[in-house]
């Protein structure tokens, strides 16, 4: 089993719509969870940290569930520039702070 | 401006060479890393380096190597042992290595093989 799973996708959704995904983990020692977006062939950017109690920015919200080892991302009344590769990045302190990306979830929002 | 630059942006290798990726960063970070990324996939973490002088194995070093001699330089060799070096590469740092701070990237290294 990989160490931080996702759903590739594409997920495909009609402008102002909401879509929401997850991103699982393995290890239950995992202490820093981020999400990042990625445009084609560019670096990824820094879209937003996951916090214990969730957080929110703008139409984007991220959940964070310890018990079940998952973060989600929601992105609400989506736009045609949403579209892009959204990927999860988990952080085990244990493991010297190594930071591990997940496969990347695809989203592609039509007029 | 303060960043991360990675040269060069495209690099084609022979069979059997090694060949050197360059990332220089003025951010005054700690931390920096290299990652792989084929094309549909996520990023695979090659090396990282908390300190100068100090690196450790990701998830997939056999065939790369690194060097941390400088704070600013984090250079990647791919060696003629990485039978499948096809890909996109990317630098990051970030200011402390504590795993809960922003990744910052250089703009990526496209590396084919003729």
């Known amino acids: 089993r990989k160490e931080v799973e996702q759903d590739p996708g594409p997920f495909n959704v009609p402008e102002g719509a909401t879509v929401a995904f997850n991103c699982t983990y393995s290890n239950s020692a995992s202490q820093s969870f981020f999400w990042y977006r990625q445009d084609c062939r560019k670096e990824p950017k820094l879209l937003m940290s996951?916090?214990?109690s969730g957080n929110e920015d703008g139409r984007f919200t991220a959940q964070l569930n310890r018990a079940s080892q998952y973060i989600s991302l929601l992105i609400r009344d989506s736009k045609l520039s949403d579209s892009a590769t959204y990927l999860c990045v988990v952080n085990m302190r244990a493991a010297g702070n190594k930071l591990t990306f997940g496969g990347g979830t695809r989203v592609l929002v039509k007029p | 401006d303060g960043g991360i630059t990675q040269s060069p942006k495209y690099l084609f290798r022979k069979e059997g060479q090694n060949v050197t990726l360059s990332c220089e960063q003025n951010?005054?970070?700690?931390?920096m890393y290299w990652y792989r990324q084929d094309p549909g996939q996520g990023l695979r973490l090659i090396y990282y380096?908390?300190?100068?002088?100090?690196?450790q194995k990701g998830d997939i070093a056999e065939g790369y190597s690194v060097s941390r001699e400088k704070k600013e330089s984090f250079p990647l060799t791919v060696t003629s042992a990485q039978k499948n070096p096809t890909a996109f590469y990317l630098c990051a740092s970030t200011v402390s290595g504590q795993g809960n701070e922003k990744l910052f990237f250089g703009s990526g290294t496209q590396l084919s093989v003729l």
């Open positions: 380096s908390q300190i100068v002088n100090d690196f």
């Open positions: 951010l005054n970070h700690d931390a």
């Open positions: 996951v916090y214990s």
